[in-house]
């Protein structure tokens, strides 16, 4: 029997868990729904009723535009490279060619003992170009990257925390999370 490998031609384009995005919107409803059920129960007797119309469709016109937001944030991968398009607009790519590797680092979330994944698109000079954090993207996702690209997963032998990785590899987090008060986020 002959081995047979499989060659990725296509592009995939894979997006973020879902879930994150319908919690959002539960959540959302569940902040503004009473306020504006009060405000506008206090207002129709008075008349002044328009400018919270007015406050609650800007409130709605705001929560379309980060929902459009998120479904257009996606990570495109092909043989021939990997394209981020990020929540705020901005845009990474980088060609096959010029990857150096892909390194998984297993990070402990915030006073947890569990760990998410979050794996580096390295340069060939070691800078980070494109990161997929596991809180929005799945393991599943980040196993496919690596196959599309035809490259293996570096795995560091042990886990760190956000802090050991700032001290370490700073350059490769989010402007953010080098700043300790921000990390948070």
Excluded: K
Aim: glycine content about 4%.
């Amino acid at each position: 029997m002959l081995d047979e490998q499989v060659v990725t031609t296509e592009t995939h384009v894979l997006h973020p868990h879902r879930h994150l995005l319908i919690s959002g919107v539960i959540a959302a409803l569940a902040l503004t729904t009473p306020v504006f059920a009060v405000a506008y129960w206090l207002t129709i007797s008075a008349g002044t009723w328009p400018i919270v119309i007015v406050v609650h469709l800007v409130a709605v016109l705001i929560s379309a535009f980060v929902v459009l937001r998120y479904q257009r944030t996606t990570v495109t991968v092909s043989p021939e490279g990997i394209r981020e398009r990020g929540f705020l607009g901005g845009a990474s790519e980088i060609r096959n060619d010029e990857i150096g590797s892909l390194c998984l680092v297993e990070i402990y979330r915030d006073s947890m003992f569990d760990t998410q994944p979050n794996l580096f698109i390295l340069d060939t000079s070691g800078s980070a170009r494109i990161r997929m954090r596991g809180q929005y993207w799945s393991r599943a996702d980040m196993d496919h990257v690596s196959d599309v690209l035809d490259r293996p997963i570096v795995n560091p032998p042990d886990s760190v925390t956000l802090s050991e990785l700032r001290s370490s590899r700073p350059d490769w987090l989010y402007w953010f999370e080098r700043v300790p008060l921000l990390s948070w986020l």
